[in-house]
């Protein structure tokens, strides 16, 4: 089978490519293929077994997605986009690349392939930010989507318009509300949300991390390790027993600022949580505020997506997986 | 002020520009000019005391929604749509006329105007098919969109670029989703949801009427009268009051089949009533079952909304206003 990857150059289309390399296989069939594809260059996993295929192009312009589409791949994960931040700053550029880029994306699906019987998965990740508060502390599968961003309301769009072809016959997506990915590799970022992840990874590093709100805040997480999991059962699940409702909450872990420390003090010691510094900041309060804290993801909890067990568990896989087992003490 | 009225050439409205010309006010404010627009030529409303603009195009053409602002005018009423049948059948004209047609409107307004504090007050005509089945009984406002056709997926898209566009700051947006407008004036159509109408119209006017489905058939609806009430209402609400959630299931009546039967015996006599004629039809069936038949709208009915009190006022306003008092005995 062939795979196609948009925004195959991120964190999570690169573990993705990575995962895929390794495995050799998606769903029982053999891979033969794939293309990665994103508006930087994209680096093709190490070790992979079958052709990789590395594309740079600005997705919503005329013809890229029908590039991305030429070779009819069986699955697409369509992960490019660009962040919350960004897409409120830059309202243009947001629906451009959010919106216009996907409705391309599946308008290019529609016409290159001919018959609805060979129509590829096409795995969306949307986002928890289509929820706009007020909402109830554990939000049900069937809660209205009102944004409070011109992101959220960009996957909220993109949502229907997922679910419309694929009811149309045009394509066979899947969409996914990833929860906040923590702990996120790399460097610290100026994302509101940076901090759930940098008061985990930089004090396992040796380094100081910034708390700037308080140990009540509640989140919603998943690792980046349940992420592709989550990819790769949205790749695989029987579109017939979704629905016509094609777009998931998926499972997270719901905890406190305070759990999340008491989990890295319980795996790595107070030394490195002696290394979080607390500087409370009322600008990033009152954005999080607004932000949903815990799922009651029925729909997807019963076709099988599996949220990581606990943050001891994604404490622990962020050392395994990018610190080589080695936490600075 | 200046109002402008898309799909100024269609039923509800030309009966918004006569009610507008008969009331030579909007707000307590003096109407000084009304633009109509529509893709038929539009007529102008007898009486009027302000200059009547009228306009005809293709509103998702380049330029054309440029024209319909450029004179800034401080309401405009967004009732252009093709309809729910239409849509499914020619997908690109749907999602061109309904979904582009929305947005180029709203960019329009967004560059036309030069600050916030002028931004029009734009109310846009959403409809209950943002919502498909299963669903409650009772549809409650925080319930999800997920439309089961196109023309539910292109206004549920528009709803959401309205509210991020309000947001924002480039318009002051209403949107409202209209009940069936029952008793529809006019000729019998092929829409599915046609002999909700039919079934009072013909007969009212001495003419056989078919009901494809069972009295136990329950449906929402609003007269014209009081859709054109919730057309003026949402042109004039305090925009701070409703918040950001800026789209409203309004207020309806809902009614069995057999109540509505039941209301015109008691308001035009048995011998109206047998000129319906039973005919079940199981494809109408099918698709009437998948509809919306009841909402619990506490959010439209605090703001002020007011739905019809009874199916015999529905019907007795339908004789007031469109046949002139007189029913065919």
Chains 1, 2 share one sequence.
Not at 115 to 123: D, E, F, G, N, W
Request: hydrophobic share 40%; charged share 25%.
């Amino acid at each position: 089978m062939k795979i196609a990857i948009t925004g195959g150059g991120g964190m999570i289309g690169r573990k993705l490519a990575e995962r895929l390399a390794k495995d050799g296989a998606l769903g029982g069939r053999k891979i033969t293929g794939i293309t990665l594809y994103d508006v930087v260059p994209p680096v093709a996993p190490a070790g992979a077994k079958f052709p990789v295929q590395l594309l740079t192009g600005d997705m919503p312009a005329p013809g890229e997605t029908d590039k991305l589409v030429a070779d009819h791949p069986d699955v697409i994960f369509h992960l490019a986009a660009i962040v919350s931040g960004e897409a409120e700053l830059e309202f243009d550029k947001g629906y451009r690349i959010n919106f216009e880029g996907t409705h391309r994306l599946l308008e290019s699906i529609r016409h290159a392939y001919t018959s609805a019987a060979q129509k590829p998965r096409l795995v969306f990740t949307s986002s928890i930010a289509v929820f706009g508060a007020p909402f109830p502390d554990k939000i049900p599968d069937e809660f209205q989507h009102t944004p409070l961003t011109s992101y959220g309301t960009q996957k909220a769009i993109c949502e229907l318009l997922l679910s419309d072809y694929t009811r149309k016959g045009f394509v066979d997506g899947i969409g996914i509300r990833l929860p906040t990915i923590c702990v996120r590799p790399g460097k610290p970022n100026k994302a509101a949300s940076g901090f759930f992840s940098n008061i985990c990874r930089e004090p396992l590093a040796g380094h100081e991390a910034v708390l700037p709100v308080g140990e009540d805040v509640r989140h919603w997480h998943a690792s980046p390790r349940a992420a592709i999991g989550f990819l790769l059962h949205a790749a695989t699940i029987d579109g017939e027993t979704v629905g016509p409702r094609r777009n998931l909450s998926l499972p997270g872990l719901s905890v406190t600022v305070g759990e999340q420390i008491a989990a890295l003090r319980r795996v790595a010691g107070e030394a490195v949580v002696k290394r979080i510094r607390r500087e409370p900041d009322p600008f990033i309060q009152k954005i999080v505020s607004g932000w949903a804290r815990d799922f009651d993801p029925k729909r997807a909890l019963a076709l099988g997506f599996k949220a990581d067990a606990s943050f001891d568990d994604i404490i622990h896989a962020h050392i395994e997986d990018e610190l080589g087992g080695k936490v600075v003490a």
